[in-house]
């Protein structure tokens, strides 16, 4: 096995819409309806940065309702999108946390399907 860096994720909810609204409200992103008429048996959306950039996928996930994954976006201003995210419903885990070993800032929160995720960023405080 060679490498270790995330090559995908996915946010598995039983609210895909919302989570839409939520990710799509506050990052920019937007979701491409994917795989259609393949053997899922689930609903699959692809995400893309307000870049165009391919990120993950989501996936309705009413056959497992306390799936999630927890994926962790950089951001330029931690403490605003902290702010941003609560201002749509998020619930804050883990306020700013320091790692002085790897010098960078994290959050933890819940958006407002009760999918885990994690704000990252390496500006000063």
Do not use: C, K
């Amino acid at each position: 096995m060679t490498g270790g860096a995330v090559v995908w994720w996915e946010i598995e909810t039983p609210d895909p819409a919302g989570a839409q609204a939520f990710y799509g409200d506050l990052f920019g992103w937007t979701f491409r309806r994917a795989f259609e008429g393949s053997d899922l048996g689930r609903d699959y959306w692809i995400i893309t940065s307000s870049g165009g950039e391919t990120l993950g996928g989501l996936q309705s996930g009413a056959h497992r309702p306390q799936a999630g994954a927890r994926l962790y976006v950089q951001v330029d201003d931690l403490e605003q999108t902290i702010e941003a995210a609560l201002g749509r419903g998020a619930t804050l885990e883990r306020g700013r946390t320091f790692l002085g070993s790897d010098d960078f800032w994290f959050a933890n929160l819940l958006d407002p399907q009760g999918v885990s995720f994690g704000l990252w960023t390496s500006a000063p405080a």
